[in-house]
């Protein structure tokens, strides 16, 4: 059974940081592509935040987070990482790993990965 776990969530202060991973297991991502995505209100989309492809050289971002936010990957670990900076109440949200699956395509679309993990709620108080 394919599990992405997520941890590094918790309350943190405007202008400070956080440092999501997501460990997977029951399966290598080592050759898929790994994302963020967040849902800010309950009931409303999953918006992107960043992927990164299986080598780890080409990293996206959604503009509301670029130059504040880092993804990374550690292929031996099976695991990929959300280094939050400068974060903002907006931030606020309940963040999701996603592993990709079959399906290749735009990385900034939830429809190419097949594999998620439960969320861990991040909260940016002001």
Same mark, same amino acid.
């Given at each position: 059974q394919v599990q992405l776990v997520e941890s590094g969530g918790g309350l943190v202060q405007a202008g400070g940081s956080l440092r999501l991973s997501c460990?997977?297991?029951g399966r290598t991502f080592? @050759? @898929?592509?790994? /994302?963020?995505?967040?849902? =800010?209100?309950? /009931?409303?989309e999953r918006e992107f935040v960043a992927a $990164?492809?299986?080598?780890?050289? *080409?990293? %996206? %971002?959604?503009?509301?987070?670029? /130059?504040?936010?880092? $993804?990374?990957?550690?292929n031996a670990k099976n695991t990929?990482? !959300? =280094?939050? *900076?400068? !974060?903002?109440?907006?931030d606020t949200a309940v963040y999701y790993c996603a592993g990709q699956g079959s399906l290749g395509g735009s %990385? %900034?679309?939830d429809r190419i990965y097949d594999y998620w993990g439960q969320g861990t709620q991040v909260t940016v108080s002001s």
């Open positions: 460990a997977a297991s080592s @050759s @898929s592509a790994m /994302g963020w995505f967040r849902r =800010q209100v309950p /009931g409303k $990164i492809s299986w080598t780890g050289d *080409n990293r %996206y %971002y959604a503009d509301s987070v670029k /130059g504040r936010f880092t $993804i990374s990957r550690d990929v990482y !959300l =280094q939050m *900076n400068s !974060l903002k109440p907006d %990385y %900034y679309s």
